[in-house]
């Protein structure tokens, strides 16, 4: 018995002396990891300067181009692969969301088409030419699945944004 209760002493001493050889981590030897943010800019800056510094990352330009050539290919769901592994990078990114819709609509996906060129619209911002391929997008979806008004009422906004 008195073994026993030495030998636990022990072992818990030795587990607490392991406990005390780690060092805190220092706050100052973290790497930041927030988003790059231009001088003056506030916690409230508006979604388009994410975006655009989401469309400048050399990783999201590779995976775009590099989805660009599988659509082209016609491996679109390795295209689709591939910008969704983008948007897990730049989520507010309106011109992987819009490239995406358009893999979507190729694939016959038009519910899905029109859900993410309306996505991209909420991100695009004042790219009205973005917003105007959007809207084109969302008419030819709805009219692929036999809403002809839907797809009406989306060409006019693709008409009105052509006009101004």
């Known amino acids: 018995m008195f073994t026993r209760i030495l030998l ?13 050889f ?12 927030r988003e790059p943010r231009a001088e003056g800019d ?12 989401d469309a400048t990352g050399p990783v999201v330009l590779r995976l775009s181009k590099t989805a660009r050539q599988l659509q082209k290919q016609g491996r679109s769901s390795q295209a689709a692969a591939t910008l969704e592994r983008a948007l ?3 989520p507010r990114n309106a011109k992987l969301w819009q490239q ?23 991100f695009a911002g004042k790219d009205r030419e973005l917003q105007a391929e959007n809207w084109k997008l969302i008419a030819s979806a709805n009219r692929a699945q ?10 006019s ?4 944004l052509q006009q101004k």
Do not use: F
Not at 157 to 160: D, H, P, T
């Open 100 to 122: 995406l819709a358009q893999v979507r609509l190729e694939q016959g996906k038009w519910h899905l088409a029109e859900s993410m060129a309306a996505k991209s619209n909420s």
């Open 22 to 33: 780690s060092q805190p981590v220092k706050e100052s030897s973290l790497p930041d990891v």
């Open 42 to 53: 506030n916690a409230d800056s508006a979604p388009t300067q994410i975006a655009k510094a």
């Open 157 to 160: 906004n693709y008409r009105a």
């Open 8 to 20: 636990l002493l022990v072992t818990c001493m030795g587990l607490s002396a392991c406990l005390g």
């Open 146 to 155: 036999g809403r002809p008004e839907a797809a009406q009422r989306a060409w």
């Open 88 to 90: 897990r990078i730049a």
